[in-house]
Each structure stands twice: as C-alpha cells, then as structure tokens.
C-alpha cells in the first residue's frame, strides 16, 4: 500500500464506501451485468444487498474509455423482491445526491 495512487487512496478511504463494504447485512457485491462479456473494457453493474428493508447498493464501472449512458433495470437490483418503483441515488464518488429519486 505504499506506492498507490491518490484515485485509490481517495476510494479505499471514503467512509461511505467503507460503510457500504462493511454493512453488518454482510452480503457481497454480485455482478448483473456486463455489456459485452468478450470485452473486457465495457460496462459492468454489481449489486449487493445492503440491511434495511430494501436497501440496495450499486456500481457502475465505466472500463471504456469515452463516457457512456447505461441504464439499470429494476430486476437487477431487487432479487425478485418487490415491487418497489422508485429509489433515492447518491454518487459516493461526489458525495452528494443525485436528484431526488429515479423511476
């Protein structure tokens, strides 16, 4: 851990991310989907199940090297649960909400 970045340093370090890691629910990150599975420079989403009643993290990781608009399905993230319609999004990476809530 000597020789790393200040990118990696910054995520290893943000507390939301370490509270995410760390949710006592205990549950890993699972990948539901991946753009082109023979290119290793697309788009991938994990989820994970957080505690609380409906309470979901998710990644985006953006492998490319252009911008990109993808959008998650709801079947994703919620594991045949359900319904739920909407959500509250926050960037972790900005710490700040994104909008008020997406359909």
């Known amino acids: 851990l000597r020789y790393m970045s200040p990118a990696t340093l910054e ?3 943000n507390p939301e991310v370490i509270a995410i890691n760390q949710d006592p629910l ?4 699972i ?4 753009s082109d599975p023979t290119d290793a ?3 991938t989403v994990f ?8 309470r979901r993290a998710v990644a985006v990781f953006n492998l490319s090297e252009k911008p990109i608009r993808i959008r998650v399905q709801w079947d994703w993230l919620f594991f045949g649960e359900g319904p739920w319609t909407h959500a509250k999004v926050r960037d972790l990476w900005r710490r700040a909400a994104v ?4 359909e």
């Open 11 to 13: 995520t290893i370090s």
């Open 99 to 102: 909008g008020g809530s997406v």
């Open 41 to 43: 420079r697309g788009v």
């Open 26 to 29: 205990g549950h890993r990150g």
């Open 31 to 34: 990948a539901v989907f991946h």
């Open 47 to 54: 989820a994970k199940r957080l505690s609380g009643t409906g």
